[in-house]
């Protein structure tokens, strides 16, 4: 609390009271000086960033050309192939929240939501997870590594890739603690549930003898770690200066978008009043 009975940290306009972070507009608010990543997840995003792009490329070495399961592999599969050997349109069911249409569909809904709640930078992370996570999987991995399965190629998993990609971006998205205890339970259920989902995309594939188990495993690095490079990208300097509007720019420092105070008002010296009549004071008079 500061001198005028309010919360540190905001600010006051036209007599009402902005929540720090807040900005005035046209028609709302935007919630432009809130990153994604808190700074001391940053280190851990990037450390996360690394370990997936390693696991990749481990990975791709090891299955490089391969046409047939290794030991591993067949172990894994084997007993979920034969649990939806006989029910391939559930195997189908599980598998398809993974494939174009319903992960671009998702992936308008959250970004949507960001941008009525005014936040524009989760907004570009939910429109670009998916196909920059797609792109990395079908555009690059796939023909460099050629892991065949059944005559298809199928290093790494793009539908694993797109349902993993979507649920680190709604991750990402629901860091920030929320005040509210509903809030607070939906912040653990959201994510939950699109893992749960992406798992189960997971065993359809299996099931349906598109993937490998690693392959599905290595689809997930490459979606986590494409929303952990955004998600960095995003939350950098010039970016965040970019994604700003500019009827803020006036109101943001800078460094990420902080506000500083008004420099105090000056006045010019002028001459020696009289502090009860207010009038000018005859020097040569007196």
């Not at 907004?123 to 050629?146: I, N, S």
Request: hydrophobic fraction near 50%.
């Amino acid at each position: 609390m500061d001198e005028t009975g309010l919360p540190s940290g905001g600010d006051l306009r036209h007599g009402r009271y902005l929540r720090p972070g807040r900005y005035p507009l046209s028609g709302g608010s935007l919630r432009s000086g809130r990153p994604l990543l808190a700074a001391s997840a940053r280190p851990w995003a990037g450390a996360l960033l690394a370990c997936c792009v390693i696991l990749v490329i481990v990975l791709g070495a090891i299955f490089a050309r391969q046409s047939t399961a290794d030991w591993f592999d067949h172990a894994v599969d084997a007993p979920v192939v034969g649990w939806l050997g006989g029910h391939r349109g559930l195997a189908r069911w599980l598998a398809a929240p993974g494939s174009l249409i319903p992960a671009v569909l998702l992936s308008a809904a959250v970004a949507v939501a960001c941008l009525l709640a005014g936040r524009l930078n989760g907004a570009v992370l939910a429109m670009t997870a998916v196909p920059v996570a797609e792109g990395v999987t079908e555009g690059l991995l796939k023909p460099l590594v050629h892991r065949t399965l059944l005559g298809g190629i199928s290093y790494p998993s793009g539908h694993t890739t797109a349902s993993v990609a979507l649920a680190a971006t709604v991750t990402v998205l629901l860091l920030v603690p929320p005040r509210p205890a509903m809030a607070r339970v939906a912040r653990a259920a959201i994510p939950a549930a699109a893992y749960a989902l992406a798992v189960g995309v997971a065993i359809g594939l299996i099931g349906l003898r598109w993937h490998y188990f690693t392959d599905t495993v290595a689809g997930a690095a490459v979606g986590i770690g494409t929303v952990c490079g955004l998600a960095l990208i995003l939350d950098s300097r010039v970016v965040r200066r970019r994604l700003t509007p500019r009827s803020t720019a006036a109101d943001l420092g800078p460094r990420h978008g902080r506000r500083h105070p008004p420099p105090a008002s000056r006045t010019e010296p002028g001459p020696a009043s009289d502090p009860v009549s207010r009038r000018p004071l005859d020097l040569k008079s007196a």
